[in-house]
């Protein structure tokens, strides 16, 4: 089955504690991304990758980092998570270019106290 | 900067009724996607509009684009209580950039 998949779906962690929330597809896909879901301000982009060794930083990048080694991973990488983080997180990949539309995660979230 | 703008941003009718969703964009857009969110879920890929004057339909819902005034419109035909979740519009950035940027979303209720 074509899919996206997000580890974990729930996280509750603290302040300061690195975490990483993984996402995988297994579409061959070219371009991945990430975005952040917060009520009244909708879904935002944190970054995104158009292939192996190639990121950028979208509309709300500060306090995360991401790679992409692999073409089927984009992992999202939170140095020194900080409540304002706490958000539902979508990991989303897509052929390039996206005439086939993009394919979401099932979503992480993200609780950090 | 690409702004996508729906309305309404809440919208609460009855089964059987009719009604539609606006999606607004500001700049150049030749790719346009609706999708549907149930509260706590993912989102899920509705339609997939590429061309001017596209028009598709699934079951109760259908889908136009109209790239020259730059809008795109969701319909709804005789609604039933299932349908009601979060409808979001998104386009991409043109030219190849490949950035979706969403709008605020609209929340669909559906009363028996």
């Known amino acids: 089955e074509a899919q996206v998949t997000q580890n974990p779906r729930y996280l509750i962690t603290v302040t300061g504690k690195k975490l990483t929330v993984t996402c995988s597809q297994n579409?061959?896909?070219?371009?991945m991304s990430w975005y952040r879901q917060d009520p009244g301000l909708g879904l935002r982009q944190i970054y995104y990758?158009?292939?192996?060794?190639?990121?950028d930083k979208g509309d709300v990048p500060e306090g995360y980092k991401v790679s992409r080694k692999e073409k089927r991973n984009f992992p999202l990488i939170l140095e020194s998570p900080s409540p304002n983080q706490t958000s539902l997180y979508f990991c989303?990949?897509?052929?390039?270019?996206?005439?086939?539309?993009?394919?979401f995660g099932s979503g992480t979230r993200l609780t950090v106290v | 900067e690409l702004k996508v703008e729906q309305n309404p941003l809440f919208l609460s009718m009855q089964e059987g009724k009719n009604y539609t969703i606006y999606c607004n964009y500001s700049?150049?857009?030749?790719?346009l996607y609706w999708y549907r969110q149930d509260p706590g879920k993912s989102l899920e890929s509705l339609f997939v509009?590429?061309?001017?004057?596209a028009v598709k339909q699934e079951g109760r819902l259908m889908a136009s684009l109209d790239t020259k005034a730059r809008l795109s419109t969701l319909h709804i035909t005789a609604a039933v209580h299932d349908l009601s979740a979060t409808y979001f519009c998104?386009?991409?950035?043109?030219?190849?950039?490949?950035?979706?940027?969403f709008g605020q979303g609209t929340r669909l209720t559906i009363n028996p």
């Open positions: 990758s158009m292939n192996v060794e190639v990121t």
């Open positions: 700049t150049t857009s030749d790719r």
């Open positions: 989303a990949s897509s052929l390039f270019p996206s005439n086939y539309g993009y394919t």
């Open positions: 998104a386009v991409d950035l043109p030219q190849g950039a490949q950035k979706l940027v």
């Open positions: 579409m061959n896909h070219e371009y």
């Open positions: 509009l590429l061309s001017n004057g």
